[in-house]
Nanobody, 123 residues
């Protein structure tokens, strides 16, 4: 299974950006999907997750009410809509496919990871 995360780039504080994550097979349509992010010298941190049916979502407190995770199972694609971006959102953002169908914030629960896309928020 290959995951390709797209949509990163340089934005200004307060801007919006949408990341997408496309999988190479239909495996992800039965599995939860998640987004994590990492900055140099820090551990990878959870951002958001969505269950395979799309009805269950889970957000880190730091992005709640600003970010929205969604998915289109017919297109094997997940999305992360990021609004009101802040400098602390600067990180490499990774998408991942979970082992189960649930939305989970635990990195160990994911078995496929994308290569990451860098989001830089400039003030």
């Amino acid at each position: 299974v290959q995951l390709q995360a797209l949509g990163g780039g340089l934005v200004q504080v307060g801007d919006s950006r949408r990341l997408s994550c496309t999988t190479s097979r239909r495996t992800a349509s039965n599995n939860g999907m998640g987004w994590f992010r990492q900055t140099p010298g820090k551990e990878r941190e959870f951002v958001a997750a969505i269950a395979w049916r799309g009805g269950g979502t889970y957000y880190a407190d730091s992005v709640k009410d600003r970010f929205t995770i969604s998915r289109d199972n017919a297109k094997n694609t997940g999305f992360l809509q990021m609004n009101n971006l802040k400098p602390e959102d600067t990180a490499v953002h990774y998408c991942a496919v979970a082992r189960s169908s649930a939305a989970t914030p635990y990195a160990a629960s994911y078995h496929y990871w994308g290569q990451g896309t860098l989001v830089t928020v400039s003030s």
